[in-house]
Structures are given as C-alpha cells and as structure tokens.
C-alpha cells in the first residue's frame, strides 16, 4: 500500500527592519541560528548551505525534509528576509521564525503567512512572537 501524502503546507516570509549590523553581517552566527530555529519548529535538517559576502551580507539556507528555511541581508540597512516553508501539519514554520525574530530583535517586522497545497492560496498575517530562548 502507497502512503498517501497531504500536499498543504505553510510558508511564512517576514522582513525585519532595525536589526544590529554585527549580528546580520557574520554568516557563521546566522547558520547556527537557523539550525536552532529549525530544531525549535521540529524540523529535519538535510544540509546547510551559507555565503557571505563583501563588504557586507550573507544569505544561509537550510534545506529540510519538510522543505526549506532562508535568510538573506543587508546590514548596513538592517534589514534581514526570512523565509521558512513547510510541507505538512506536524511541523510549524511560524516557531522557526519566533525563534529568529527573538534573536535577532527588529525594531519593525511585518510578515505573511500562505497556506498553500490546498487550491488558491491563502494569505494570512500572522503575529510574530517572541520565542523563549534557553
């Protein structure tokens, strides 16, 4: 017997503005962080992929079984881009985002949220909340 498997998903993109330029300008920092936030979520981590670039910015992706968790910057505006989609209802990309947006402490985030899989896709606004860092 096949499994059967439920294409819904959930994407949540957000961009962070007011965000301190050491902690947006340092690759290896940002690399660990998204492997926390997509432990954080209960996400499984297949591989990680950064770059930093010169003078300034980094892009890290962390490819997941439930699909995939991004970020790129720009420090000396700063300004961060994450996204996180997920396939799937066990695994919540909004707690892999709350874990970011608690380490990375923007003055303004505005965020969306699609629910896709499911025919048109539904845009949602969801509330980023601070995530308790242990």
């Given at each position: 017997m096949e499994l059967e498997y439920s294409t819904f998903g959930r994407h949540v993109a957000v961009d962070t503005w007011g965000v301190e330029f050491e902690l947006l300008n340092d690759a290896q920092f940002l690399e660990a962080q998204l492997v926390e936030?997509?432990?954080?979520?209960?996400?499984?981590?297949?591989?990680?992929?950064?770059?930093?670039?010169?003078?300034?910015?980094?892009?890290?992706?962390?490819?997941?079984?439930?699909?995939?968790?991004?970020?790129?910057?720009?420090?000396?505006?700063?300004f961060a881009a994450i996204d996180c989609y997920t396939c799937g209802e066990t695994v919540d990309p909004q707690l892999a985002i709350d874990y970011l947006v608690s380490v990375l402490k923007p003055k303004k985030t505005y965020a969306k949220k699609l629910i896709r899989g499911l025919g048109e896709l539904q845009v949602e606004s969801p509330e980023c909340k601070l995530a308790e860092l242990v």
């Open positions: 936030a997509a432990e954080a979520c209960g996400a499984t981590v297949m591989s990680v992929q950064s770059k930093q670039f010169e003078p300034q910015g980094a892009t890290v992706l962390v490819l997941l079984s439930e699909s995939h968790l991004s970020i790129h910057t720009y420090p000396e505006r700063g």
